[in-house]
């Protein structure tokens, strides 16, 4: 039996689950019909209006795909997925842009509600005219991938007085073809691993970001993503180019429905910095992860890299990992130009039967580049954890240097933590180092607190935050505070 | 010294108005009957508190004082709630409530505070952060107002300067990296913020210098009131000194052997345990 539809049975008897932001929208939807092939692809190419190149480069991408298998070394096990069971392609219907927002449907506004996006925020969201002077009030600008359409873009006038495009990709690919067909799997090709192809044959929709020479990108760009049509699996790409002596700080938060299949999310994210460009990329991730049982959550197997084209470049990836039954993620740097830098800052937290695969690829090629890695594993439950880190120094990476901090954290005796570090050196003067621990939360330490009048979930939560502490304030402020309460609630009853 | 007479002579009207309107629970805010305890040691369990009968009443300072491993952390661990230990026998009432019933947590909120021998670090955790959460937590549990950055700040400095300890601490994470003697500050510090109605001090003069241990017994005195009881766990004559306790108990074996004034004490520091040992014998 196919996993989704094994999952939904068993899913279904067990009715209401705890998790927290599991609610899902009724909006009318357009479906592709299920399964993959070479039409559905056409048809995809076809509803998006895409040029003939893009869906040559779609159709090749497929092809490869069909000749590569899934990847099995991961540390995660999951029953076999039918690529052939889902629909690959769904857009909200079309209806005239809205004067006001009492013409929008109810439900999309809900949903936004539910995500805690203000309401003046909404009307700009889909789209609905507003007053001169009310969007600069606004500090960040949201690209709403309210499932594969991007359902309105905002800010794009203080942005594009700036000359930063910040668009769906969609739109990138017909007002700048250009750019994207330059950029586009420039830094992770179509046929690069299975995910990655997968996601080249099919990707509906992502964002793009374009940041001139020597422009400061005037405000955090993000993106919340929602996996909402029941069967669908999600394909975003989205590429970020950052030019000579510009900068960006992009950040990537999503919530999801409530689910009673295991969906699919095979995400690629491309970065390119070039001489003194700086982009960070902060994500927070909480797909429903399954019930207490493992069953029912989100796979996300995500291709995320930067290349560091330029000398002096630098490419910093934060991501707070709580979400997702099953994780497969590995953001990376290509570390191009002389000096250049690269960052991963990660946590991930498993509980209850989650598997998470994640760490990233620091690959140095120019001279005196250097990368820092602080990854922060969070196991509780029957969860498994691994910490999977690629250091690579290449002939020519003289004076490279890296730093690689990796500690985990257990809660409770049946959850696993692993750490993978490879390290490659092929320069005699490139310096790595790596240090790694692991620790528990002791009962002397859960008895002073408790002592103190904390109750256990508070204990484990102020010891989890003081742990993450190194990553989380690489976070932007904001995405800070949601991530502290994210940790917490991704680790209730874990204790006692 | 005229200061704690005061206190003393409030403390003695109290128990007068007390009794004579028949409030038998205002003479012990804490109750200890019959108290057995044991831990499991390699499978096997080991009995460790073997009937232990106390009574503080409120307002009152006590001291526990006996050999080595005669069982007195145990006892505060027990009154704590630690869950390791196996209460056997025996019943603990605390303010007229069944302690042995409640969690660890509920025991701090109605006002049970013990200062541990032995400090335990919590790395990456911020002392103040660490200190506001739980002030926080137990005014919750208390049904009173939490208090907010600016108000926790007043309340952490005025306690600080009280204690002449240096701000610097609240810096840092919670007893990493401290000094023996600064942990035993910190404890006093939280004491102080958190308002039991009893601290229990484990050895908390232990491995302090003269100043310290004068600041550490200015925390218990600062707080004596007809609503403070302390259980000072000591080794040494010199705190009892400053603090002028009613009752000294002395333990051996897992029991309460002896119990008397403070000339008990003066006893211990001349003759040791010898005799008392051969009581619990
Ligand atoms: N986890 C344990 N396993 C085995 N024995 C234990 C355990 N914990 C305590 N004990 C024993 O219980 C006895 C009492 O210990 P406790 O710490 O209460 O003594 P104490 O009176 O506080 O001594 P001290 O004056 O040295 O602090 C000791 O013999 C100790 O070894
Ligand atoms: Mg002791």
């Known amino acids: 039996m196919p996993a989704v539809t094994e999952t939904r049975e068993q899913v279904e008897k067990l009715g ?441 979930e508070d204990a484990v939560g102020l010891i989890v935050n003081g742990f993450c502490k190194d990553v989380l304030r690489e976070l932007p402020m904001e995405f800070a505070v949601e991530a502290q309460k994210l940790l917490q609630i991704s680790l209730e009853g874990s204790v006692g | 010294m005229t200061v704690v007479t005061d206190i003393k002579r409030k403390q003695d009207l109290c128990r007068d108005v007390a009794e004579t309107s028949g409030v038998k629970k205002m003479s012990e805010l804490l109750k200890i009957s019959g108290l057995h305890a044991s831990i499991d040691a390699d499978g096997t369990p080991k009995e460790i508190l073997r009937g232990v009968d106390l009574v503080i009443p409120p307002g009152e300072v006590h001291a526990i004082m006996g050999p080595n491993g005669c069982g007195k952390s145990t006892l505060s661990y027990v009154l704590a709630g630690r869950e390791e230990y196996e209460v056997t026998a025996g019943s603990v009432s605390f303010i007229g409530r069944d302690l042995l019933a409640m969690e660890p947590e509920e025991r701090a909120a109605a006002g049970l505070f013990l200062a541990f021998q032995s400090p335990v670090e919590l790395p990456g955790v911020n002392n103040a952060n660490f200190l506001r959460t739980a002030v926080n937590a137990v005014r919750r549990a208390r049904g009173e107002t939490e208090l907010d950055a600016v108000g926790f700040l007043k309340a952490v400095r005025a306690a600080t300067k009280n204690l002449s300890m240096s701000d610097d601490m609240l810096k840092r994470n919670v007893n990493v990296g401290f000094s023996g003697g600064e942990k035993k500050r910190n404890e006093v510090l939280q004491m102080t913020m958190l308002q039991p109605k009893l601290a229990i001090l484990d050895e908390t003069d232990s491995g302090l210098d003269v100043d310290a241990l004068r600041i550490v017994a200015e925390g218990v005195r600062n707080l004596r009131s007809p609503d403070f009881s302390a259980l000072v766990i000591t080794h040494h004559q010199r705190l009892l000194d400053y603090l002028g306790p009613d009752r000294i108990h002395v333990m051996a074996k897992g029991r309460i052997v002896r119990s008397g004034g403070p000339e008990l004490a003066k006893q211990i520091d001349v003759e040791g345990y010898a005799s008392f040992l051969a009581e619990a014998a």
């Not at chain 1, 899934?70 to 219907?93: C, G, L, R, S």
């Not at chain 1, 359409?149 to 007002?175: H, M, N, Q, Y």
Request: glycine share 8%.
């Open chain 1, 16 to 456: 209401q689950s705890s998790y927290k932001w599991g609610f899902e929208t009724d909006i009318e939807m357009d479906f592709a019909p299920k399964g993959l092939n070479e039409d559905t692809i056409r048809l995809i190419s076809a509803r998006k209006e895409e040029p003939e190149w893009l869906l040559d480069w779609r159709l090749a991408a497929f092809r490869a795909w069909q000749t590569m298998t899934e990847p099995t070394w991961a540390k995660v096990t999951y029953p076999p997925i039918d690529y052939q069971d889902a629909h690959y392609y769904a857009a909200p219907k079309k209806k005239p842009g809205p004067k006001s927002l009492e013409e929008v449907d109810p439900e999309l506004l809900r949903t936004y509600e539910k995500l805690g996006i203000p309401l003046h925020e909404q009307a700009l969201l889909v789209g609905v005219e507003v007053p001169e002077g009310e969007e600069a009030r606004l500090p960040v600008a949201v690209d709403a991938v309210f499932d594969s359409v991007s359902v309105a873009t905002t800010f794009r006038k203080t942005l594009s007085e700036a000359g930063v495009i910040f668009c769906p990709i969609s739109e990138a690919v017909r007002d700048h073809p250009d750019l994207v067909r330059k950029y586009l799997g420039s830094v992770v090709p179509a046929g690069d691993n299975f995910y990655a192809a997968l996601n080249a044959a099919v990707f509906t929709d992502g964002s793009f970001v374009f940041v001139p020479k020597g422009v400061r990108c005037p405000m955090e760009l993000s993106t919340y993503f929602r996996i909402n049509a029941r069967n669908t699996g999600q394909f975003e790409r989205t590429l970020i180019i950052v030019e000579d002596g510009a900068s960006v700080s992009y950040l990537e938060g999503c919530t999801a429905p409530m689910r009673d299949e295991n969906q699919l999310h095979a995400a690629v994210v491309e970065l390119v910095a070039m001489e003194d460009a700086a982009i960070k990329y902060s994500t927070v991730q909480n797909w429903y992860p399954g019930d207490e049982n493992g069953l029912g959550g989100i796979y996300n197997f995500v291709t995320k890299r930067g290349a560091c084209r330029g000398a002096r470049a630098k490419i910093s990836w934060t991501q707070v990992e709580t979400g997702s039954a099953i994780t497969w993620k590995y953001p990376s740097c290509i570390l191009q130009g002389e000096g250049s830098v690269g960052e991963f800052y990660s946590v991930a937290v498993t509980n209850n039967h989650q598997q998470a695969d994640t760490g990233t690829k620091m690959i140095h090629i120019g001279r005196n580049t250097r990368s820092t890695i602080i990854a922060k594993t969070i196991s509780a439950g029957q969860s498994d954890s691994t910490y999977r880190g690629l250091v690579r120094m290449m002939p020519k990476a003289s004076g490279a240097r890296n730093f690689t901090q990796c500690d985990s954290l257990l809660i409770g005796d049946r959850c696993g933590a692993h750490t993978v570090p490879y390290i490659e050196n092929r320069n005699m003067s490139a310096r790595i180092e790596h240090e790694a621990t692991t620790s528990k939360i002791s009962e002397d330490q859960m008895f002073y607190c408790r002592q103190r009048g904390l109750s256990e």
